[in-house]
């Protein structure tokens, strides 16, 4: 994982699938698509679990964002009603370019094969965000990989989500140091 890169580091749904062969042009637009409007959900989910009691009611008032959140949940009724299988939890590192995981018994995962990824960014979250990935480097209890066929938008929202965790992250930490 590059150091330089802003990370964002937790335990978070993740499954992963062996591919053949990478997607097609019209599967790769589907994804793209879907992602981003997970992304989108994950950020106003995010964002709505992150708003003080002061805020909730200017919140409330304003009709864009209520008809926002009404739309949010009638997406995420739709798509928990789809949902199939239960996804075990990873500590993961996640950058715009890279993931990384850890846990014991990672055996089967070797250096270049194809993954399709599946990860759950928020815990109410029904939607995983989908990406292609390349193993780089692989063990019994860790595996790295680079992301693939991230079109711009995504990169942007995945950015600004790692962003905006990363950020909450230093916070905590400097409060638990400072004694806060």
Same mark, same amino acid.
């Given at each position: 994982?590059? $150091?330089?890169? #802003?990370?964002?580091?937790?335990?978070?749904? +993740?499954?992963? &699938?062996?591919?053949? *062969?990478?997607? =097609? !042009?019209?599967?790769?637009?589907?994804?793209? $698509?879907?992602? #981003?409007?997970?992304?989108?959900?994950?950020? +106003?989910?995010? &964002?709505?679990?992150? *708003?003080?009691? =002061? !805020?909730?009611?200017?919140?409330?008032?304003?009709?864009?964002?209520?008809?926002?959140?009404?739309?949010?949940? +009638?997406?995420?009724?739709?798509?928990?009603?789809?949902?199939?299988?239960?996804?075990?939890?990873?500590?993961?590192?996640?950058?715009?370019?890279?993931?990384?995981?850890?846990?014991?018994?990672?055996?089967?995962?070797?250096?270049?094969?194809?993954?399709?990824?599946?990860l759950y960014l928020h815990p109410?979250?029904?939607?995983?965000?989908?990406?292609?990935?390349?193993?780089r480097e692989a063990g019994q209890?860790?595996?790295?990989v680079k992301l693939h066929a991230?079109?711009?938008?995504?990169?942007?929202?995945?950015?600004?989500?790692?962003?905006?965790?990363?950020?909450?992250?230093?916070?905590?930490?400097?409060?638990?140091?400072?004694?806060?």
């Amino acid at each position: 994982m590059d $150091e330089s890169k #802003i990370t964002y580091e937790g335990l978070l749904p +993740l499954h992963w &699938e062996h591919i053949d *062969t990478p997607p =097609d !042009d019209d599967m790769l637009r589907y994804i793209h $698509e879907h992602n #981003i409007e997970s992304l989108k959900q994950v950020l +106003l989910l995010d &964002e709505f679990s992150h *708003t003080g009691q =002061d !805020d909730l009611g200017s919140d409330l008032r304003d009709n864009s964002r209520m008809e926002r959140k009404i739309d949010l949940l +009638l997406s995420l009724l739709g798509s928990m009603i789809n949902k199939q299988q239960a996804t075990s939890a990873y500590h993961v590192k996640l950058t715009t370019e890279s993931l990384q995981w850890t846990a014991s018994g990672l055996s089967g995962l070797v250096a270049q094969q194809q993954l399709m990824l599946q990860l759950y960014l928020h815990p109410y979250s029904v939607s995983p965000l989908k990406m292609f990935a390349e193993i780089r480097e692989a063990g019994q209890d860790y595996c790295r990989v680079k992301l693939h066929a991230l079109d711009t938008a995504e990169q942007e929202l995945l950015q600004r989500y790692i962003f905006l965790n990363h950020r909450r992250q230093v916070a905590a930490k400097r409060n638990a140091t400072s004694g806060i």
